[in-house]
């Protein structure tokens, strides 16, 4: 219930801002590549295949400034692979699949570039954690999550953009976990990659 009333006000206040306005509107869908891992769970490397796709919609603020906003699927989590060479046999994969919800702030340079920063609320979906082929339960994630996103964009043509961007968790995706230290607290926290492809649909 909390989830949704946060995604109701969320979008009221986008829709708001755009009704207010006489700016441009534009929308599209994207989908697109991630590489995850979790800090503090022991096992450095974006090793976590996933993928995300969903919609978009922004604003055009000015010339060469935009407000942004998505609602997409998302995969993170965590992988190790053993590798026997370097005396390494854990196996252990985590996987976590979230509703994100970015509000981002971009500015266009260079005509086909945009860079990009702002902040996502991840609404957790489901988990699934398993090491050495033993199911891990009582794994505690939180319902939901901060994150940071920073991003480069890069414009094919009109209706095509290529985008980059780094996605990290703010807040801690699991209680009672002393996991490593971020913005003055302990915990685990989401470590993402994404390459992504965007299509605008309006004229």
Known sequence: ?????????????????????????????????????????????????????????????????????????????????????????????????????????????LDIFKAEFGFAGNFLLSHFEEKNHLKVADNLFREMNLNFIAGLYYSIDEKFTINFRTNNSITGIRKNNQGVPRFGSYGQYNDALVLSIYYRINE
């Open 1 to 109: 219930m909390k989830i949704s009333k946060l995604l109701i006000i969320t979008l009221f206040l986008f829709f708001g801002i755009i009704a207010k306005s006489q700016i441009i509107f534009n929308g599209g869908v994207m989908g697109g590549l991630v590489g995850s891992q979790v800090a503090g769970d022991s096992y450095a490397g974006y090793n976590k295949l996933g993928f995300s796709a969903g919609v978009f919609a922004n604003v055009e603020l000015s010339n060469n400034t935009f407000l942004q906003m998505e609602l997409s699927f998302i995969q993170k989590g965590s992988r190790f692979i053993p590798q026997p060479k370097k005396g390494l046999y854990d196996e252990y994969i985590m996987r976590l699949n979230y509703i994100e919800l970015p509000v981002l702030y971009q500015f266009r340079f």
